[in-house]
């Protein structure tokens, strides 16, 4: 794989050209920042910038004033080439928290290890109503101790306004949820992302998530997509690699509270 290539792929049909995550958001474009406006359940971001040290600054103070103008909390998602250098550290200047640095993987699906099945005792159930989401959203809450009702409400509404833009799964053990996961795909470009892989503890270990990922990855193959993009921890990336995913910059989000 090109990395350069691919990153700058990925930046351009991903980022600079970034398309609404659900049919309660929309995406603007004003000067040199793409940001996604949501509803206070959506997920409210700056998804691009191509930014100076001259206007750095005078950047940042206006997507404050844009989203605390609505009342919204929002995420600066930084990636390690964005510039200027410290645009991170401007931004903890300015009143954002960061959040754990997590890296961009990204597999080539041609590529890809994809023979991963469950475990023995584990199925996977595709998740296309209400029901489904509920279970998601308890995995969600056991994983990783966050309230999952964002998740509930985004999830939802995707699939009710056109569900094939998300792949979503959960996996059992008899009738007891213990892992999940999401893909999203994003028509007309090259790229499926693969979000909110958790699994509870104490079915950690046992190959769930890997299978998980496998899951979607044959999903994203049968749907004609090139690449499958992944924001990993490190406790999934080694995983992610054995699979035959690849690192390529690593993207901090970055949370401002009004």
Not at 5 to 18: H, I, K, N, S, T
Not at 53 to 64: C, K
Not at 66 to 87: A, M, N, Q, T
């Amino acid at each position: 794989m090109d990395h350069a290539a691919v990153l700058a792929l990925f930046d351009r049909d991903m980022r600079e050209g970034a398309q609404p995550d659900g049919p309660d958001a929309r995406v603007e474009r004003v000067g040199r920042i793409v940001r996604q406006v949501s509803s206070e359940h959506g997920w409210n971001r700056v998804v691009w910038s191509d930014l100076d040290a001259a206007g750095a600054d005078a950047a940042i103070t206006e997507q404050i004033a844009h989203f605390s103008g609505l009342g919204r909390e929002f995420e600066w998602k930084l990636y390690g080439h964005d510039l200027p250098v410290d645009l991170g550290q401007r931004l903890r200047a300015a009143g954002f928290v960061g959040q754990p640095e997590e890296t961009l993987m990204i597999g080539e699906v041609a590529g890809l290890n994809l023979d991963a099945e469950p475990p023995e005792g584990i199925r996977i159930l595709p998740v296309t109503d209400s029901a489904g989401v509920d279970l998601v959203a308890q995995v969600h809450e056991k994983a990783f101790g966050t309230d999952g009702s964002r998740l509930r409400h985004q999830l939802l509404a995707q699939l009710r306004a056109d569900a094939d833009t998300v792949v979503a799964v959960v996996a059992l053990a008899g009738d007891t949820p213990v892992s999940a996961a999401r893909m999203e795909l994003v028509p007309g470009t090259r790229f499926a992302g693969l979000w909110g892989g958790g699994t509870v503890e104490g079915w950690r270990g046992r190959g769930i998530y890997r299978a998980l990922v496998a899951h979607r990855a044959r999903a994203a193959v049968d749907r004609g997509y090139r690449y499958l993009q992944v924001d990993a921890m490190s406790s999934s990336r080694p995983i992610l690699e054995r699979l035959g995913f690849e690192p390529l910059t690593t993207t901090t989000p970055y949370v401002y509270t009004p």
